[in-house]
Nanobody, 124 residues
């Protein structure tokens, strides 16, 4: 089971750190993606990290502001979000899959396992 946590309400320009923790299995064998979904919009893939943590991808909308990382000893993946904007407001999800090809990292249908989301609200 995956569980995303760490969401909350912040003002524009602020920071939040999200965590994606696993129970019942080892995250170290899985590629992890972070997604978000704003009301009325499709789920958007924003970041991905390889099993070792050595390779990461970010979409242009968050590049330079969000950082994905992982600590396999803690069975947890993180998403550090800085310089938050009102348009970052969404429910954030983490997802896992054993293998993701680069061109698919932001596609929700590429991932088999999903956690419950955590709400992030950024006010102007």
């Amino acid at each position: 089971q995956l569980q995303a946590s760490g969401g909350g309400s912040v003002q524009a320009g602020g920071s939040l750190s999200l965590s994606c923790a696993a129970s019942g299995f080892s995250l170290s064998n899985y590629v992890i993606g972070w997604f978000r979904q704003a009301p009325g919009k499709e789920r958007e893939g924003i970041a991905c990290i390889s099993t070792s943590g050595g390779t990461t991808y970010n979409t242009d909308s968050v590049k330079g502001r969000f950082t994905i990382s992982r600590d396999n000893t803690k069975n947890t993946v993180y998403l550090q979000m800085n310089s938050l904007k009102p348009e970052d407001t969404a429910v954030y999800y983490c997802a896992a899959d054993r293998q993701i090809i680069r061109s698919s990292y932001s596609r929700p249908d590429a991932y088999d396992y999903w956690g419950q989301g955590t709400q992030v609200t950024v006010s102007s």
